[in-house]
């Protein structure tokens, strides 16, 4: 049996995917409901400054970093990527995507547009995917119905959100995320063959 994130074709490089969207789309819901398959496929464990949301755990939600950590790590060169989003920072570690691309397991990356447009960058082969909600209405009310936000960092992300629609040109697909469980198997039909 496969287990989730083996490889199925060594020799073979994985594909890069990066899904992207505004706050509040369900972008972490759909990366959490993918790394419950068990497929081929890896999603990508981010660092960040912000602090844990309830039920967020250390290593396995974002590696929880201080500002000074994030930056000694930056300078070294240990991310793919990085950008700050709504006041705080975050990054791809680089070696263990580049583990996981070497031994033909596929990666998923959740990360923002302007981390989306660094790997555009330095890695032209990437798929990029543009997670959209299925109204303006219906993204506000999972911003707001998370219960994760003060109402100025909400108003921020839905600021944030207008610019990261007007980008969904530069993406080479759109899932709406209607129902979760159906999403997750139009990404991952994407990951097996863009
Ligand atoms: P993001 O990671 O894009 O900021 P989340 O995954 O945290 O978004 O989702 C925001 C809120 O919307 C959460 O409360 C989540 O449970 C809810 N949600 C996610 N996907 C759906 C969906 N397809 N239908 C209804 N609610 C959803
Ligand atoms: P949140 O704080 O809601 O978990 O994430 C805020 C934003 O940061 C989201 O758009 C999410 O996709 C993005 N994000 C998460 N991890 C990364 C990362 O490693 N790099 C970049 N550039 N953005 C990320």
Do not use: C, H
């Not at 060594?10 to 819901?29: D, F, N, Q, W, Y």
């Not at 500002?67 to 791809?92: H, I, P, S």
């Not at 989306?116 to 209405?137: C, G, K, N, T, Y």
């Amino acid at each position: 049996m496969i287990e989730q994130g083996q490889s199925q074709e060594a020799g073979t490089p994985g594909r890069l995917v990066v899904i992207s969207g505004p706050s509040g789309v369900g972008k972490s819901t759909m990366a959490a409901t993918l790394r419950e398959y068990e497929e081929n496929v890896w999603v990508s464990v981010s660092a960040t400054t912000r602090a844990p949301r309830a039920g967020e755990t250390d290593g396995e939600s974002y590696f929880f970093l201080s500002r000074d950590q994030f930056a000694v790590q930056a300078q070294a060169g240990e991310f793919l990527e990085y950008a700050e989003f709504a006041g705080n920072m975050y990054g791809t570690p680089r070696a263990a995507v580049a583990e996981r691309l070497a031994q033909g397991v596929n990666v998923v990356l959740e990360i923002d547009l302007a981390g989306a447009r660094q790997v555009r960058a330095a890695m032209p082969e990437a798929v990029l995917v543009f997670i959209a909600p299925p109204s303006w209405d219906e993204l506000q009310a999972r911003l707001i119905g998370r219960g994760t936000e003060s109402e100025e960092v909400i108003e921020r992300r839905l600021a944030v959100a207008r610019t990261e629609l007007a980008a969904e040109a530069e993406f080479d697909a759109t899932i709406v995320n209607d129902e979760v469980g159906a999403a997750v198997k139009r990404l991952l039909s994407l990951v097996e063959s863009p």
